[in-house]
């Protein structure tokens, strides 16, 4: 399996919302509804924020979402706050585990 | 309150081998799935190994197929990589990860580092 695709970079104001998106393929994300998110702060272990493309853990803000459209996910924070900024991973299950390369949330 | 402690890490040289360890705490070990995940410097994690939470069914990437194995000792709560034929690609930081749903990571140990270099 190829690496999930996403964007490098994104970046907001406090306050503002976010999107990053995460592409696949028909095989992974558009097979199965079995998307994570991570997000990781410098120099920390990753740290599970969205499962099963909507769902979240318990103890996660709800201003953090996730949706799926065909072979692209998408992680969402709203109101943007300094300690969002980090790494966001995404991730999906097809017979195996595959992680998307990283984008780095810079919040300005 | 979960918490996974991996140790073990190390330099090594290309060829050779290391064992890996991960003690587990605060949750019901032996229903879990259990995952390595590694991380190399400035990319993404990159699964590695998973064993079912009675140790009798393992998965393996391709890129670590036939070197590396896992295991787990559910009376001591702990989790092993045994890694061998250790390559330079594999530099990078192994951390632990718990699974109470098969398809996710839901808590991930501090990591544990391995360099492979002459």
């Known amino acids: 399996q190829s690496a999930l695709t996403q964007p490098a970079s994104v970046s907001g104001s406090p306050g503002q919302s976010i999107t990053i998106s995460c592409t696949g393929t028909n095989n992974d994300i558009g097979s199965y509804n079995l998307v994570s998110w991570y997000q990781q702060h410098p120099g920390k272990a990753p740290k599970l924020m969205i499962y099963e493309v909507t769902k979240r853990p318990s103890g996660v803000s709800s201003r953090f979402s996730g949706s799926k459209s065909g072979n692209t996910a998408s992680l969402t924070i709203s109101g943007l706050q300094a300690e969002d900024e980090a790494d966001y991973y995404c991730?999906?299950?097809?017979?195996?585990?595959?992680f998307g390369g990283g984008t780095k949330l810079t919040v300005l | 309150e979960v918490q996974l402690l991996e140790s073990g890490g190390g330099l090594v040289q290309p060829g050779g081998s290391l064992r890996l360890s991960c003690a587990a705490s605060g949750f019901n070990f032996r229903n879990y799935a259990m995952s390595w995940v590694r991380q190399a410097p400035g990319k993404g994690p990159e699964w590695v190994s998973t064993i079912g939470g009675s140790g009798g069914s393992t998965y393996s990437a391709n890129s670590v197929q036939g070197r590396f194995s896992i295991s787990r000792d559910n009376s001591k709560n702990a989790l092993y990589l045994q890694m061998s034929s250790l390559r330079a690609e594999d530099t990078a930081v192994y951390y632990c990860?718990?699974?109470?749903?098969?398809?996710?990571?839901?808590?991930w140990g501090q990591g544990t580092v391995v360099t492979v270099s002459s």
């Open positions: 990860a718990s699974q109470e749903g098969f398809s996710y990571f839901d808590s």
């Open positions: 991730c999906s299950y097809a017979g195996s585990w595959v």
